[in-house]
């Protein structure tokens, strides 16, 4: 199968895309190299999947819909794994608008690359912080989770609800993780 994993450099999409190509699976990776996280660590891990055949990265922003969907047509997925998002909840209140541009527009151009060209299922991952300050542990799916205390929280709830839109609108086979 073909699968297009967004945040490729990140140590749980290094490690899906490392899993996915051991499998012989052919894998598209996408991922901004922002310098959030350490820009010299992505570039190695890209480096060691770049050895396997089977892989290839595109670096480029999911807010920049010309190159997300010029690299979603070259990979013709069967399956998205959507991992890409500006974390950390501190520099949220530095920078918000890198929050919203990644995690929301980012997101919804992925989501438009795949009502256009449907793969057979869409994963994205969502956060913890979702449950906001919640007095019951462990977190159950069950938990309330409309009361984001974070913007980044709230960026990641916004794309479960998206993604909830998209598969009941468009069919799109949709799961949302945390």
């Not at 794994?81 to 919804?108: C, D, K, M, T, W």
Request: one cysteine or more.
């Amino acid at each position: 199968m073909r699968f297009l994993v967004t945040g490729s450099a990140g140590f749980i999409g290094f490690h899906l895309c490392k899993r996915l190509l051991a499998d012989g699976h052919l894998v598209d990776g996408y991922d901004a190299m922002t310098p959030y996280y350490d820009i010299t660590l992505k570039e190695r891990r890209l480096a060691l999947l770049a050895r396997t055949n089977g892989f290839r990265n595109t670096v480029g922003q999911l807010e920049n819909m010309a190159a997300l969907e010029a690299a979603y047509r070259a990979a013709a997925p069967d399956v998205v794994v959507h991992l890409a998002a500006q974390a950390g909840v501190r520099y949220s209140l530095e920078n918000p608008r890198a929050y919203i541009e990644s995690n929301l527009v980012g997101a919804f151009n992925l989501m438009e690359c795949a009502r256009a060209a449907p793969p057979r299922h869409l994963l994205m991952a969502s956060t913890s912080s979702v449950y906001g300050v919640s007095a019951q542990t462990p977190f159950y799916e069950t938990n309330v989770t409309d009361r984001p205390i974070t913007l980044y929280a709230a960026t990641k709830k916004s794309t479960e609800l998206m993604g909830h839109s998209y598969a009941h609108l468009w069919r799109l086979p949709t799961t949302m993780f945390r």
